[in-house]
């Protein structure tokens, strides 16, 4: 017997609001210790930048469990996961080779996921506050690139990427906050 799980608008958007506010505060962590430890090659670098990726894809194989499953943005979301997945283990190995080598595939990453995430905003603009996450799925994109760019011209520094953490952060407490808002007006949830 199959069962259909449907969520209701406000079962959504509460579900989001816990995982934005969540994303938020693992982002600034993450961040924080990033800038802070200023690591070079070595385990507390690949420690890093493998979490980082799989905390993401469990984040987002949340939220695919937490939309139930008529959710329309299912196939991107998955993409991400399988994506950040495969990625985590890449930069983990890079991350032993070179800063270029580990700035290099995180910024394909970064890019691929912030298509991932630009599409499935778009298509769950329904559901409301989604237009933080548009943003920083397009930026995500360019920060990426913008990696790559620096990967190929050999770079030794990685600490840009704790910016673009913290920058993603911050989309996900705005979607976050709008979220609560939204739930406040429909008078469902506080």
């Known amino acids: 017997m199959t069962t259909s799980i449907t969520r209701s608008p406000a079962q959504l958007l509460a579900s989001?609001?816990?995982?934005?506010?969540?994303?938020?505060?693992?982002?600034?962590?993450?961040?924080?210790?990033?800038?802070?430890?200023?690591?070079?090659l070595g385990p507390l670098l690949t420690i890093l930048l493998v979490i980082y990726p799989f905390v993401d894809a469990g984040a987002v194989y949340w939220q695919l469990?937490?939309?139930?499953?008529?959710?329309?943005?299912?196939?991107?979301?998955?993409?991400?996961?399988?994506?950040?997945?495969?990625?985590?283990?890449?930069?983990?190995v890079a991350s032993t080779m070179s800063i270029a080598a580990a700035l290099g595939v995180w910024g394909a990453w970064a890019a691929i996921s912030g298509?991932?995430?630009?599409?499935?905003?778009?298509?769950?603009?329904?559901?409301?506050?989604?237009?933080?996450?548009?943003?920083?799925?397009?930026?995500?994109?360019?920060?990426?690139?913008?990696?790559?760019?620096?990967?190929?011209?050999?770079?030794?520094?990685?600490?840009?990427?704790?910016?673009?953490?913290?920058l993603g952060g911050l989309f996900f407490l705005v979607s976050a906050i709008r979220v609560s808002m939204l739930l406040g007006k429909t008078g469902t949830l506080s």
Do not use: C
């Open 16 to 40: 989001l609001r816990g995982i934005y506010f969540l994303r938020f505060a693992f982002a600034l962590a993450w961040a924080l210790i990033l800038i802070t430890s200023k690591p070079h």
């Open 65 to 92: 469990r937490s939309e139930g499953r008529a959710s329309a943005p299912r196939v991107t979301e998955t993409i991400n996961v399988a994506v950040s997945v495969i990625v985590a283990i890449a930069v983990g």
């Open 115 to 166: 298509i991932t995430q630009l599409v499935t905003a778009v298509q769950r603009r329904h559901a409301g506050g989604q237009i933080p996450q548009m943003l920083s799925g397009g930026i995500s994109v360019l920060a990426g690139l913008s990696f790559l760019a620096q990967a190929l011209q050999g770079a030794d520094n990685i600490a840009s990427i704790g910016g673009y953490a913290v």
